[in-house]
């Protein structure tokens, strides 16, 4: 059973930038594939980006690309740099753990889910 903990969300202006952490409790963290998804209210959880488990692909929703950047270190940890946010972005952020593919972008390949922390961005 892997743990996830995400933490840096808030509250920022349009144009500002916000980095998000997700800290895995498992050992063999390298194995996974580690996803960031959002949900704002009312609507659908949806795809922000993805770090492979193998050969360090990433791979990101259009929404966001050329504004965040996934990455993740030795120390179990994943990161979302989020640069020139938009109040669109305003969701909750999630970050999530698939052992099984490559380079999952859909909600429901996804094992293990962290509770999410909110971004806010206003206008």
């Known amino acids: 059973q892997v743990q996830l903990v995400e933490s840096g969300g808030g509250l920022v202006q349009a144009g500002g930038s916000l980095r998000l952490s997700c800290t895995a409790s498992e050992r063999t963290f390298s194995r996974y594939a580690m996803g960031w998804f959002r949900q704002a209210p009312g609507k659908e959880r949806e795809f922000v980006a993805v770090?492979?488990?193998?050969?360090?692909?990433t791979y990101y929703a259009e929404s966001v690309k050329g504004r965040f950047t996934i990455s993740r270190d030795n120390a179990k940890n994943t990161y979302l740099q989020m640069n020139s946010l938009k109040p669109e972005d305003t969701a909750v952020y999630y970050c999530?753990?698939?052992?099984?593919?490559?380079?999952?972008?859909?909600?429901?390949?996804?094992?293990?889910w962290g509770q999410g922390t909110q971004v806010t961005v206003s206008s």
């Open positions: 999530a753990a698939d052992f099984k593919r490559i380079v999952p972008i859909y909600a429901y390949e996804y094992d293990y």
């Open positions: 770090s492979s488990r193998t050969s360090g692909r």
